[in-house]
């Protein structure tokens, strides 16, 4: 009963909760390619996974690609038969990010507790721009070093695009990221492809009747009970009553938390943390 009161009020005050940024017509395209070595035993235990950056003049949208068309291709699998069948193999990564620079705000979308859009610390990096200078996918480059979330990156930047963004949270140079990798070459963004849109409908910000605000804290506090009380939770957040069979119930595992076959995450530092 308390949860079920904690849940009815949290999903209240999310809508009472709003989020102001400003919302730019995406007027440039950018894919990239992660190659992620997740296994420090095994060097050869590689993902990868191609994501797309939806971007603004002093805003970006960053998504993996392969999930879009993995959910187009299972829509349209509904739409045809009746029957949205689960996809098979891999299941890619479902989080969105929106980086708004000019307003120093970053906000993140996952489906892993529900539809809800959360405000993070804005990941400000300390840059130090190098002199080494190269060509890459046919731009004049510059080197730059940083470090972000527990992980020093070496990044490859161009001035030739207008915008200080680049993939996933790294941000911040006087240009373009074309070329990220850590330290250890365990984490590797490379650009894919580039090019511009005229006059897109397509913005940098969430759908509002999609996507629910609501606060970190509050998210953290959701995220312990799904951990603490799987069953109860899904009961709460589908609004019907869950029958499992003995000892099928799911494990107590934080989703938060990078997944279990992952020792080599992206943010060295724990998720729960701010920047």
């Not at 006087?174 to 511009?196: M, N, Q, V």
Request: net charge positive.
């Amino acid at each position: 009963m308390k949860k079920t009161i904690f849940y009815t009020v949290l999903l209240l005050f999310s809508y009472l909760f709003s989020y102001a940024q400003t919302s730019e017509s995406v007027i440039a395209k950018a894919n990239y390619k992660l190659t992620h070595h997740y296994d420090t035993a095994d060097f050869n235990r590689i993902n990868t996974e191609n994501f797309i950056v939806y971007l603004g003049n002093s805003s970006a949208h960053y998504k993996s690609y392969d999930r879009q068309l993995q959910d187009s291709a299972m829509l349209s699998s509904f739409q045809k038969e009746g029957a949205m069948a689960p996809p098979a193999g891999r299941r890619y990564d479902d989080e969105e990010i929106y980086n708004y620079y000019n307003e120093k705000r970053m906000f993140t979308s996952t489906t892993t507790l529900g539809k809800f859009i959360v405000e993070r610390s804005f990941p400000q990096i300390d840059w130090k721009i190098l002199p080494e200078k190269k060509q890459l996918n046919g731009y004049n480059c510059q080197k730059a070093a940083g470090s972000f979330h527990g992980r020093n990156y070496v990044a490859w930047f161009t001035a030739e695009l207008p915008f200080n963004a680049g993939p996933w949270k790294l941000n911040g140079l006087p240009g373009f990221i074309i070329h990220a990798t850590d330290e250890t070459a365990r984490i590797l963004f490379e650009l894919s492809g580039f090019h511009t849109v005229q006059n897109s409908v397509e913005k940098t910000i969430w759908d509002r009747k999609e996507r629910l605000p609501i606060t970190w804290d509050d998210y953290k506090k959701l995220a312990k009970f799904a951990q603490e009380d799987p069953i109860g939770f899904i009961e709460q957040r589908f609004g019907g009553k869950v029958t499992v069979s003995p000892g099928a119930v799911p494990k107590h595992i934080s989703p938060l938390l990078p997944r279990s076959y992952i020792n080599f995450p992206l943010e060295a530092i724990n998720y729960y943390s701010e920047y």
